[in-house]
């Protein structure tokens, strides 16, 4: 018969498992926000130096397409990028932008739900975001706007940035092919699939719905996109009616692609 242990051993075997630390399993998520402050330390202790920082915008996109369009794109696709880099976490979506002027309103403030912030106070904001970013131990701090009015904005704040840190290793970086690819590249795309430049357009038209279609179909009023062309008053600069998710996700898999070798390119270290 085989030897029975004291009970005495048996309990101190039994305190010994008790007492042995419960270690949490890695957070599943690239976005910091659903994350620990100690488990971002930690994301970043391992070797996730790179924070990117995806930016919106609160603007009407005509009757067919929710407000928050930029918004959810940048998102969705920020996580994908930071997946694809595999160094890279995200930060929250920079939803509040410059989009117009409030007296005499202007752009898209004309229509309602639209909000806009001064450029000065938008830069002010990035520029302190960054500077947090840094101070945590973030190396690269990678700017990616969904939309068009504040582009040069984030590049000057990345520069200036940078060039202020330029005795460290820690730098800033506004990745202008994130926002080209979708606007350039893909209506060029379309183009030569034989789509008018009158469905393209620059708003809402048939690249930006299609873009939606294929990351945020639910932010698509598809009935109302289809019913008629958009008036000239209506925000609308293009035709999306025969946009679709399949056109939107060739630009998806591009913008990935080309993002995230141009974020490769602007990180690396000589």
């Given at each position: 018969?085989?030897?029975?242990?004291?009970?005495t051993?048996?309990?101190a075997?039994?305190?010994?498992?008790?007492?042995?630390?419960?270690?949490a399993?890695a957070?599943?998520?690239?976005?910091i926000?659903?994350?620990?402050s100690?488990e971002?330390a930690?994301?970043?202790?391992a070797?996730?130096?790179?924070i990117i920082?995806?930016?919106?915008g609160?603007?009407?996109?005509?009757?067919h397409?929710?407000?928050?369009?930029?918004?959810?794109?940048a998102?969705?696709?920020?996580?994908?990028?930071a997946?694809?880099?595999?160094n890279?976490l995200?930060?929250p979506?920079?939803a509040?932008v410059?989009?117009?002027?409030?007296?005499?309103p202007?752009?898209?403030?004309r229509f309602p739900g639209?909000?806009?912030?001064p450029?000065?106070?938008?830069r002010?904001i990035?520029d302190?975001?960054?500077?947090s970013?840094?101070l945590h131990?973030?190396?690269d701090?990678v700017f990616?706007?969904?939309?068009?009015?504040?582009?040069?904005?984030?590049?000057?704040?990345?520069?200036?940035?940078?060039r202020?840190?330029?005795?460290t290793?820690?730098?800033a970086?506004?990745?202008?092919?994130y926002?080209?690819?979708?606007?350039?590249w893909f209506?060029?795309?379309?183009?030569?699939?034989?789509?008018a430049?009158a469905?393209?357009?620059?708003?809402a038209g048939?690249p930006d719905?299609?873009l939606?279609?294929?990351?945020?179909?639910?932010l698509?009023?598809?009935?109302?996109?289809r019913?008629?062309?958009?008036p000239p008053?209506?925000?609308v600069?293009?035709?999306?009616?025969?946009a679709?998710?399949?056109?939107g996700q060739?630009?998806?898999d591009?913008?990935?692609?080309q993002?995230?070798?141009?974020i490769?390119?602007?990180?690396?270290r000589?």
């Amino acid at each position: 018969m085989p030897t029975l242990l004291p009970l005495t051993l048996l309990y101190a075997c039994a305190a010994i498992v008790v007492a042995l630390p419960v270690f949490a399993a890695a957070p599943s998520t690239v976005f910091i926000e659903q994350m620990t402050s100690p488990e971002v330390a930690a994301a970043i202790r391992a070797g996730k130096t790179t924070i990117i920082v995806p930016i919106g915008g609160t603007e009407q996109n005509g009757p067919h397409m929710a407000l928050g369009k930029h918004n959810r794109r940048a998102a969705v696709l920020a996580e994908k990028i930071a997946l694809r880099l595999g160094n890279a976490l995200v930060a929250p979506v920079m939803a509040y932008v410059p989009e117009g002027l409030l007296v005499p309103p202007s752009g898209h403030m004309r229509f309602p739900g639209t909000i806009t912030v001064p450029a000065v106070a938008y830069r002010q904001i990035l520029d302190s975001a960054a500077r947090s970013f840094k101070l945590h131990g973030f190396q690269d701090i990678v700017f990616l706007g969904d939309s068009g009015d504040y582009q040069g904005d984030n590049r000057t704040v990345a520069l200036a940035l940078s060039r202020e840190w330029a005795a460290t290793s820690v730098r800033a970086h506004a990745i202008r092919e994130y926002y080209d690819v979708p606007t350039v590249w893909f209506a060029q795309q379309l183009a030569s699939r034989g789509f008018a430049e009158a469905e393209i357009g620059r708003h809402a038209g048939l690249p930006d719905t299609s873009l939606t279609l294929a990351l945020a179909p639910d932010l698509v009023r598809t009935d109302v996109m289809r019913d008629s062309a958009p008036p000239p008053t209506s925000g609308v600069t293009g035709d999306p009616r025969r946009a679709t998710a399949e056109l939107g996700q060739i630009a998806v898999d591009a913008i990935v692609a080309q993002t995230v070798a141009a974020i490769q390119k602007a990180t690396r270290r000589p």
